[in-house]
């Protein structure tokens, strides 16, 4: 397996427009987690699954924001209308249920919001 | 909720020891983990503690006390290679999501 695998890399969008992010977990992994980073910041906490269940999802997502993982397996996460503050590197990770702090991540999706 | 300090910049010698703190203050805690992230990539994992004390591999080892809230990484024997942010992250109770600090960016100089 070679980790976890994001796509796309890079997203340049226009306000308004929705977007759509794609993550592949480590196979053998059956959490997944989805987090966002500013320059600067450390990574802030979105949603995670376990399996296909979405358990849990930040008070700071809006609407505007959705996930899946609808086999358990891949994961999407989508921004509707996106706006400028949207733009960030959107970051993916995996871990086994038994070590839930070691966090496996993807390389990342840079969205830029025009 | 988490709140969790971390200082921004360091800058450090090469060959030279240094120690990144942490605080926290959080509503729940089961564990503290340390992340490693170069410029332009993925944070990778570098250690964690549960228990009070120190946890050792190789040239990094974490400290915690869960009674003051606070830890550090100590980086040994520093290499320029280790010129990356440090990022400290708390999990919360019931052990399913981290939730990290802003990251201590490390500057080795030669």
């Known amino acids: ?114 | 909720g988490q709140n969790i300090d971390q200082p921004t910049e360091m800058t450090a010698t090469e060959g030279a020891i240094v120690q990144i703190n942490c605080t926290y203050q959080t509503s729940g805690f089961n564990g503290l983990f340390w992340y490693q992230q170069h410029a332009g990539e993925a944070p990778t994992f570098l250690s964690y503690n549960v228990l009070d004390g120190l946890e050792e591999k190789g040239r990094f080892s974490s400290f915690l006390s869960r009674s003051k809230g606070y830890s550090y990484l100590l980086l040994k024997e520093l290499q320029m290679k280790d010129s990356a942010s440090y990022l400290c992250a708390v999990r919360d109770n019931a052990g399913n999501m981290l939730t990290f600090g802003g990251g201590t960016r490390l500057m080795v100089k030669p």
């Open chain 1, 1 to 114: 397996d070679t980790g976890v695998s994001q796509d796309p890399r890079h997203k340049i969008t226009k306000r308004g427009q929705n977007v759509t992010f794609r993550c592949d977990p480590i196979s053998e992994h059956n959490r997944l987690y989805w987090y966002r980073q500013t320059l600067g910041q450390g990574p802030e906490f979105l949603t995670y699954f376990q399996n296909e269940a979405q358990l849990e999802k930040s008070r700071l997502l809006s609407d505007r924001f959705s996930a899946e993982r609808p086999k358990g397996s891949f994961s999407t996460l989508e921004i509707q209308r996106t706006e400028q503050g949207d733009s960030a590197m959107y970051l993916c990770a995996s871990s086994s249920e038994r070590r839930t702090g070691e966090l496996f991540f993807g390389e990342g999706s840079r969205l830029t919001v025009l």
